[in-house]
T-cell receptor, first 111, second 112 residues
């Protein structure tokens, strides 16, 4: 069974800092990996989807990388803003596109 | 393009009761997945429906059941509610062409 781990569990940074969130998974035979953002008590907003054939995907200030062989993905957030404060979740699907999630990284950006 | 919607937003039930949660998938999506998210945890996969048929199930008991309708909307039913069923229930839709999943805002269920 796929297991997904996210480190750190919580992170607090001053506004303007660049930061990296980590995601690791135990089964490297994945088709893709998706990063989500979740505001308190809300649903999940898709940030980036990386296909297994890709190594990176970028959207604005966000850059996600994928290293299948080592079972790792990172989400890089540049020039962090208070509005980036949220929980960030990574998820990998099985062959049926049923997602396994990590427990998330709770990010606080201090103005 | 309408996104994924869920109803109701919040629900309070007592132990032993039954509940039905509803989800409308994003336009053009034929697959709906349901997840349970306990406080402070990542979402856990309950089951998935593809073209009105169950297409995979997570480690949840049979009192969790579902339906998908011809318009690809879906229901999650939970019988004999337990206190541990209190959680945020999330619905996600996707299409067979694109693997990306899109989530609804969730239904917060509280069991007293």
């Amino acid at each position: 069974k796929q297991e997904v781990t996210q480190i750190p569990a919580a992170l607090s940074v001053p506004e303007g800092e660049n930061l990296v969130l980590n995601c690791s998974f135990t089964d490297s035979a994945i088709y893709n990996l998706q990063w989500f953002r979740q505001d308190p008590g809300k649903g999940l907003t898709s940030l980036l989807l990386i296909q297994s054939s890709q190594r990176e995907q970028t959207s604005g200030r966000l850059n996600a990388s994928l290293d299948k062989s080592s079972g790792r993905s990172t989400l890089y957030i540049a020039a962090s803003q208070p509005g980036d404060s949220a929980t960030y979740l990574c998820a990998v699907p099985n062959t049926g596109n049923q997602f396994y999630f990590g427990t998330g990284t709770s990010l606080t950006v201090i103005p | 393009e309408t996104g994924v919607t869920q109803s109701p937003t919040h629900l309070i039930k007592t132990r032993g009761q039954q509940v039905t949660l509803r989800c409308s998938s994003q336009s053009g999506h034929n697959t709906v997945s349901w997840y349970q998210q306990a406080l402070g945890q990542g979402p856990q996969f309950i089951f998935q429906y593809y073209r009105e048929e169950e297409n995979g199930r997570g480690n949840f008991p049979p009192r969790f059941s579902g339906l998908q309708f011809p318009n690809y909307s879906s229901e999650l039913n939970v019988n004999a509610l337990e206190l541990d069923d209190s959680a945020l229930y999330l619905c996600a839709s996707s299409s067979g062409l694109v693997p990306e999943q899109f989530f609804g805002p969730g239904t917060r269920l509280t069991v007293l």
